[in-house]
């Protein structure tokens, strides 16, 4: 299995080292620490570009003037759409119920191209800037001992022991200019499907979160007066069109965030479990993940048999559960997902949904292909075809346990 450590820890020395690299205080400071207090004799940083707007040629540069050798960025925003976050569509991930994986998507990506880049270059060695405490170093830890488990895992955040402050103060050491200010302490990870926000006065769970740590989404008093209403198409429970617009993964995503998020809906305020066993407070913003889901599973309670409808809803929190514990690359959520894929053959259609201060309502479904809505069934109009007669057939079957039960114990 991979080996989590120093470099020179019993797994033996790491030469080469392909460091996962954001620009943040974490990953710059790794590159000095690995190559002076490690003893490593190459860093090579990799930057993946998932749609989250920042201009990577700075990130680049500072990369190297920390002292990497080579510094790498990737454009994955299709693949991040297309292979991570469509799949989780068709699974209505919502971890806890609510929220939509948005940063947990990203991280067995980056632990491919991680493990990708280091067999191009021949790297001993992975490393990352998670912190002991978070997820994402169970995540890249498990995703790169699963792809592969020759390579060591390196983590210096986790075992330097500094505090933030420390921190930061051996990277200025070292020429690593700060990103972080008193007056924005936020700790914010970003991409095409959404920000997560923690730190600063957010760690107090009592504390309303400030207008100022939302970037995706208008305040409710700062929303259009009328309400909008779109449609959104689907495809083998894919999103294909927007308000009848054919359009690619991304772009269709792209639009779909702007129009949540002027209408500010996908804001989410949350205590949620951790991997390593605490409770966090994080806010999230996800407006068009979020919709998007929403519209989908309308879409399924017009077209799935009952009993597989019912099935799936159980297998889908076991779906998020996974991807949140990091275990993208496990049997199980391989095995859940043949289910899904197996189910959305038939979720095809439009879903109408109106958009207004925060709020995503559905107001229209239909499915010209596989709705199992029959409107001589439903209707209680003259055009009803529904037996009335045979209930009373099927109410003392389906009755007959209880009242057996009943006759015996009461």
Known sequence: MAVSGTAGDGGGRARKVVLAYSGGVDTSVCIPWLLREWGVEEVITFAADLGQGDELEPIRQKALAAGASQSLVADLVDPFIRE?????????????????????????????????????????????????????QVRFDVAIGALAPDLKVLAPAREWGMSREETIAYGERHGIPVPVSKASPYSIDLNLLGRSIEAGCLEDPMVE?????????????????EPQVVELAFEGGLPV?????????????????????????????????????????????????????????????????????????????????????????????????????????????????????????????QSTSDSLYVDAMATYGADDRFDHRAAEGFIYVWGLPTRTWSARHR
């Open 241 to 365: 069109a927007l308000d009848g617009e054919r359009l690619d993964p991304v772009e269709l995503v792209r639009r779909a965030n702007s129009l949540a998020g002027v209408h500010g809906f996908g804001r989410l305020d949350m205590i949620e479990n951790r991997v390593v066993g605490i409770k966090s407070r994080e806010i999230y913003e996800t407006p068009g993940l979020l919709l998007l889901i929403r519209a989908h599973q309308e879409l399924e309670s017009l077209t799935l048999a009952p009993d597989v409808q019912r099935q799936k809803r159980q297998l889908e929190a076991s779906w998020a559960d996974l991807v949140y514990q990091g275990l993208w690359f496990g049997p199980l959520k391989e095995a859940l997902d043949a289910f899904i894929r197996a189910t959305q053959g038939c979720v095809n259609g439009t879903v109408r949904v109106k958009l207004h201060r925060g709020n995503a309502t559905v107001i229209g479904r």
């Open 209 to 225: 979160p400030p207008e100022e740590v939302y970037a995706l989404t208008r305040s409710v008093q700062d929303c259009p007066a």
């Open 84 to 136: 991570f976050a469509f799949p989780a569509i068709q699974a209505n991930a919502l971890y806890e119920g609510r929220y939509p994986l948005s940063t947990a998507l990203a991280r067995p990506l980056i632990a491919r191209e991680l493990v990708a880049v280091a067999r191009r270059v021949g790297a001993d060695a992975v490393a990352h800037g998670c912190t002991g405490k978070g997820n994402d």
